[in-house]
Structure formats: C-alpha cells, structure tokens
C-alpha cells in the first residue's frame, strides 16, 4: 500500500468529487479541507471544501487504483517532473501519517504551497509534550502580528499545514 498523490479534473462545485466517491468506493482518502462559509436563502451555512480542489491522496497498490482512474475521465495520477516516464508521484507512509495526524488535530488548520513559504517565516525548532500531537517536532510559523503558535508539518515539495498548538506543549530544541 503506497500513498499516490492524484488530480481531480472535476469542477469546484461539482456533486460527487473524486475523493468523495473513492471513499465510497472502499478507499482510504486524505484530502486537505477547510471550512468555508456560503449563503442559502436567508441565512448562511458552514461547509467543508478541499483547501486546494484538484488535489487528493490516495492509499492504495497500483493495481487496485489503475482501474478507477481508467473508469473516471477527470481522475488521474500526478507524476513526478524530471523522473522516469510515466512514475506516479508517492507519498511515504510516515510522512502522510503525520502529516494526517497533525491536520486532522486542530479544526482550523492553514495551508500553505511551498514556495509562499519564506526562510524568514520558518522560526524557532520546537518538540511537542503532550496533547493530540505528542511527539512532533518541526518549526514555528513566525509571522508578525500573529499571536496564535502554529507548528509546520510539511509534505516535502507539495504542501505545508501550520496547525495550531498551546504554548503549554511547546519546548525549544
């Protein structure tokens, strides 16, 4: 079982997004959501919608995934720039874990691409002691302004989350 990294083709708003019919299909699915607000009538309703649309990551072997992206038009594999022909773009087990763990650990997580990320937002090296993301290590988003502590959990060349965390479990390595 590896994770692939995949594209949805589908529109924003459509009904049944890819990652919303591979869950239902049996798949173990991780798509980046966030919550966003939109009005219906009279008054408005919170929703959850991918952070970025057209990104997913599936957890599956080759084999069981080449017949849904066959059977989907707007389902297909990322591939890797500059590597072999053809190479589907992998995500290691422990990196997706973590970085699932650390997401799905706080309700309002921040997204980031790697390159609106700036040397001089990456702060201070922190480990975490206790609470839901016991163990973690990385750096502090160092924002100017900002009050809130947030730890960064990256993807390494796709995607970095900051997720908020209590100043009670931050210790400076």
Same mark, same amino acid.
């Given at each position: 079982m590896t994770w692939f990294v995949m594209r949805d083709l589908t529109r924003a708003n459509a009904t049944h997004p890819a990652w919303k019919e591979l869950t239902e299909a049996g798949f173990r699915v991780f798509t980046p959501l966030v919550w /966003?607000? *939109?009005? *219906?009538?009279?008054?408005q309703e919170r929703y959850q919608a991918p952070a970025i649309h057209d990104l997913l990551f599936v957890e599956s072997t080759r084999a069981d995934l080449d017949p849904e992206v066959a059977r989907r038009a707007t389902l297909q594999y990322r591939f890797v720039r500059g590597g072999v022909r053809g190479e589907a773009?992998?995500?290691?087990? /422990?990196e997706m874990d973590r970085f699932i763990r650390a997401t799905t650990s706080t309700d309002d997580p921040k997204y980031y691409m790697p390159s609106e990320l700036t040397p001089s937002m990456i702060g201070k090296r922190v480990l975490i002691v206790g609470g839901p993301l016991d163990g973690m290590t990385g750096h502090l988003l160092s924002v100017r302004g900002m009050r809130t502590r947030r730890l960064i959990v990256e993807l390494p060349g796709m995607l970095t989350s900051a997720v908020e965390v209590s100043p009670d479990y931050i210790r400076f390595v």
């Open positions: /966003k607000v *939109r009005r *219906r009538g009279n008054h773009m992998t995500v290691a087990d /422990k």
